[in-house]
């Protein structure tokens, strides 16, 4: 309900949740390119994830991009 009523409604999934559900892939990871398309690469808990893990997970490499507007 608060939600609905929030100018500002951002909500970011959490590096715990993520952590939590890509443990179960981790093998799937290995020799890839994981492209992330952020509202804001700042502060995508995705891309921090990655780039975290990314020797763990045996990345090949990590792209994020975002539109940021026509100025």
């Known amino acids: 309900q608060i939600a609905r009523s929030t100018k500002n409604d951002e909500f970011f999934t959490q590096l715990a949740d993520i952590e939590a559900e890509l443990g ?32 763990k997970l045996g990345l090949k ?6 539109f940021d507007g026509i100025k």
């Not at 290995?30 to 893990?53: E, G, I, R, T």
């Not at 490499?61 to 975002?66: L, Q, R, W």
């Open 24 to 55: 179960f892939y981790q093998d799937h990871f290995k020799n890839q390119v994981v492209y992330c398309n952020c509202d804001n690469p700042a502060h995508s808990h995705f891309l921090q994830y990655f780039m975290l893990h990314f020797q």
């Open 61 to 66: 490499g990590v792209a994020a991009t975002y």
